[in-house]
């Protein structure tokens, strides 16, 4: 079947520090991967995407590199700022493209 | 339009009342999900659509719940018999191909009182 397992929460990290959040997957096939964002009382915002393996998505300072061999698509950034405090969501889409899979999320907070 | 339109932000209802929630998709997007956040973290797939036709029901608890997505209308989502743990905030999110990323609406949080 088709699952996320991200790095339980939640994160406290002070401004310019380096992060990781780990996501891991199972899948069928080969599907496409989402990380989004979620600020409180909002809904998900796409933050960065790869839809084949060794694709990098990169998009506001964050990277992640879709590792079939790892089945795996960590989110990095270099140097946080106390705008990026939210929740953060690995998500798969099956190559059917019938639903999205998320993991449960991990909160991040930036300290100044 | 550009984004996805959810409607109403908020909505309460009585338990055993009918709530109806309504989407509108992006115009030229084929695809359209609606998620159920319980727990504050948690997305609930419930059910997904490819045009108006339903493509993926399997998270529907189809004894109260149902949803449609006919053409030149939003698309809806409704609860026969509110219960208690239906209280969640449901979002919709919508996406142009097969395999692209789907775009969220700002969600219905729905409290059953």
């Known amino acids: 079947g088709n699952s996320v397992t991200q790095m339980e929460g939640p994160v406290t990290l002070s401004e310019e520090a380096f992060l990781t959040i780990n996501c891991t997957y199972t899948a069928t096939g080969y599907p496409s991967l989402f990380w989004y964002v979620q600020y409180p009382g909002e809904g998900l915002q796409l933050l960065l995407k790869a839809t084949k393996a060794d694709d990098k998505g990169s998009n506001k300072g964050f990277e992640a590199t879709y590792r079939k061999e790892t089945t795996s698509f960590h989110l990095e950034k270099g140097s946080v700022q106390v705008s990026d405090s939210a929740v953060y969501f690995c998500?798969?889409?099956?190559?059917?493209?019938?639903?999205?899979?998320f993991g449960t999320g991990t909160s991040l907070t930036v300290i100044p | 339009g550009e984004e996805v339109a959810q409607t109403p932000k908020h909505l309460v209802r009585g338990e055993g009342q009918k709530a109806k929630l309504y989407c509108a998709p992006i115009?030229?997007?084929?695809?359209v999900f609606w998620y159920q956040q319980v727990l504050k973290n948690e997305f609930k797939f419930l059910i997904s659509?490819?045009?108006?036709?339903?493509?993926?029901e399997t998270g529907m608890p189809k004894e109260r719940f149902s949803a449609k997505c006919l053409p030149n209308s939003p698309c809806s989502l409704e609860i026969q018999a509110t219960k208690l743990e239906d209280s969640a905030v449901y979002f919709c999110?919508?996406?142009?191909?097969?395999?692209?990323?789907?775009?969220f609406g700002q969600g219905t949080r729905l409290t059953v009182v």
């Open positions: 115009k030229g997007h084929s695809y």
């Open positions: 659509f490819q045009n108006e036709n339903v493509f993926d």
């Open positions: 998500a798969l889409r099956n190559p059917t493209g019938n639903q999205f899979y």
């Open positions: 999110a919508s996406s142009r191909q097969q395999n692209t990323e789907a775009f």
